[in-house]
T-cell receptor, first 117, second 109 residues
């Protein structure tokens, strides 16, 4: 079965960077892209960006341009999300999701990122 | 990219039907058949309920249905059950990427 297994909780200081990993399994990795979605405490879902697992092409939500980098490693079927210049408003649960024809059909368990001084 | 507009709350009694709306623009919902809906329980990852406006993944009960008219998509939950109490989110493909609705808390009375 399809699984998206994410790395664990991260605690960072303002101004630092965080890199979250997402190990995909149970399907042909290069057949579907991966999106990243975050959810601040008590808030709704927010799309951050998408990456093609095949070509590496990516698209980012405007508000994250310049701070966000999405990458994939085909050899290990792992996707990565790096967010830089962290601020308290970046405290959230970050999800990787398989993006199949613009629907998010399989979600990771989420990674809590806490930005705290 | 502005968020899609959903009512913050909806409610219904067991057995009733409830519809949740999701309003966007011609740049997203109105111009795309890639509208999907998600169910989320507290502390859990969301789950795909509907894709491409009105398609259900295998395993999703047929009590859940989707539709779209113009710039507004809707999720209808028929035969409400206690376990349907959750948050529901819509999302749409847009030229700039993807856009989510703000979410609707569905309460089963």
């Amino acid at each position: 079965q399809v699984q998206m297994l994410q790395s664990g909780v991260e605690v960072k200081k303002p101004g630092a960077s965080v890199k979250v990993s997402c190990k995909a399994s149970g399907y042909k990795f290069t057949s579907h892209g991966i999106s990243w979605v975050r959810q601040a405490p008590g808030q709704g879902l927010e799309w951050m960006g998408w990456i093609s697992s095949d070509s590496g092409n990516s698209k980012y939500e405007q508000k994250f341009q310049g701070r966000l980098t999405l990458t994939t490693d085909k050899s290990t079927t792992t996707a990565y999300m790096e967010l830089r210049s962290l601020r308290s408003g970046d405290t959230a649960v970050y999800y990787c999701v398989r993006d199949k024809l613009y629907a998010f059909d399989n979600w990771g368990q989420g990674t809590l990122v806490i930005v705290f001084s | 990219q502005s968020a899609l507009t959903q009512p913050p709350s909806a409610s219904g009694s067991p057995g009733q039907s409830v519809a949740i709306s999701c309003t966007g623009t011609s740049s997203d919902v109105g111009g795309s058949n890639y509208v999907s809906w998600y169910q989320q329980y507290p502390g859990k990852a969301p789950k795909l309920l509907i894709y491409e406006v009105n398609n259900r993944p295998s395993g999703v009960p047929d009590r859940f249905s989707g539709s779209k008219s113009g710039n507004t998509a809707s999720l209808t939950v028929s035969g409400l059950q206690a376990e349907d109490e959750a948050h529901y989110y819509c999302t749409s493909y847009a030229a700039t990427g993807r856009v989510f609705g703000g979410g609707t808390k569905l309460t089963v009375l």
